[in-house]
C-alpha cells in the first residue's frame, strides 16, 4: 500500500482559508469514508482533527471540517489562526490497514 | 482522562531487540482496540500494528511484519510491541494511540518513546 499523497507544504494569511487535498486511490480513500486527519505541532503528539471523512472530535474548533471527492479527501481550515501553523496528516483505512499521508506543513502568514 | 505513557525505548544495535510498553488509563483498556504508529526524524507518521480490543486480531505494516509483535494485557491495562531484528530504519518516536471505529483511526495518542537502531 503507498502512502497517500500530500502537497508538502500549505500557506494563508490569518483569517483565511486553506484546503489541504490528500490523494489516495479506489482500494483506500475512495473506497472507504474512512479518512481522518492529524495535527502535530513541533515535538508534539499528533492531535485527532477529523474521522471518518467529515466528523468532528468533541474540543475541535468548527473552523475544521474536511470532505471528500472520489479518491482525494481535503481538510479545510478556515478563519486562519496562529496556532494552527502545525504539520497536517492524513489516514486512510485500507484492508485491515492504516495508510498516512506523507504531511503538509501549515505556514500562518 | 485518558493517558497513555510509552516506555522501553532506547539505543540498540542492528539486530537486536526491545520491548516497547504503554500503559494506558483513564478508560476501560478491555474495551479498546489500540494503534502503534511512529515517526523516523523529520519525516511522516507511519502505521506500525493494530490489535482488537480482545486480541482476537492483530496486523502489521509490511515492513515490519515477522519481526514485530503486538500484545495487549488488560489485567495490566498496558499494550506492548516486541520488536526483534532491528534494522537502522526502525529508528523513530514511537507512540501508542488508542483505536476507534471500523476504521482504527488513533483518538488519543501518547508522547511517544524515542527507539534509535544504531551500531
Known amino acids: 500500500q503507498s502512502a497517500l499523497t500530500q502537497p508538502p507544504s500549505a500557506s494563508g494569511s490569518p483569517g483565511q482559508s486553506v484546503t489541504i487535498s490528500c490523494t489516495g486511490a479506489?482500494?483506500?480513500?475512495?473506497?472507504?469514508?474512512?479518512v481522518s486527519w492529524y495535527q502535530q505541532h513541533p515535538g508534539k503528539a499528533p492531535k485527532l482533527m477529523i474521522y471518518?471523512?467529515?466528523q468532528r472530535p468533541s474540543g475541535v474548533p468548527d473552523r475544521f471540517s474536511g470532505s471528500k471527492s472520489g479518491n482525494t479527501a481535503s481538510l479545510i481550515v478556515s478563519g486562519l489562526q496562529a496556532e494552527d501553523e502545525a504539520d497536517y496528516y492524513c489516514?486512510?483505512?485500507?484492508?485491515?490497514?492504516?495508510?498516512f499521508g506523507g504531511g503538509t506543513q501549515l505556514t500562518v502568514l | 482522562e485518558v493517558q497513555l505513557v510509552e516506555s522501553g525505548g532506547g539505543l540498540v544495535k542492528p539486530g537486536g531487540s526491545l520491548r516497547l510498553s504503554c500503559a494506558a488509563s483513564?478508560?476501560?483498556?478491555?474495551?479498546?482496540?489500540m494503534n502503534w504508529v511512529r515517526q523516523a526524524p523529520g519525516k511522516g507518521l507511519e502505521w506500525v500494528s493494530s490489535?482488537?480490543?480482545?486480541?482476537?486480531?492483530?496486523d502489521y505494516a509490511d515492513a515490519v511484519k515477522g519481526r514485530f509483535t503486538v500484545s495487549k494485557d488488560s489485567a495490566k491495562n498496558s499494550l506492548y510491541l516486541q520488536m526483534n531484528s532491528l534494522r537502522d530504519e526502525d529508528t523513530g518516536v514511537y507512540f501508542c494511540?488508542?483505536?476507534?471505529?471500523?476504521?482504527?483511526?488513533?483518538?488519543?495518542w501518547g508522547q511517544g518513546t524515542l527507539v534509535t537502531v544504531s551500531s
Open positions: 494511540a488508542r483505536a476507534r471505529g471500523n476504521d482504527w483511526y488513533s483518538d488519543y
Open positions: 483513564g478508560f476501560i483498556f478491555s474495551e479498546y482496540s
Open positions: 490489535i482488537t480490543h480482545n486480541s482476537n486480531y492483530k
Open positions: 479506489s482500494d483506500d480513500v475512495g473506497g472507504y469514508n474512512y
Open positions: 471518518d471523512v467529515s
Open positions: 489516514s486512510s483505512y485500507a484492508n485491515s490497514r492504516v495508510i
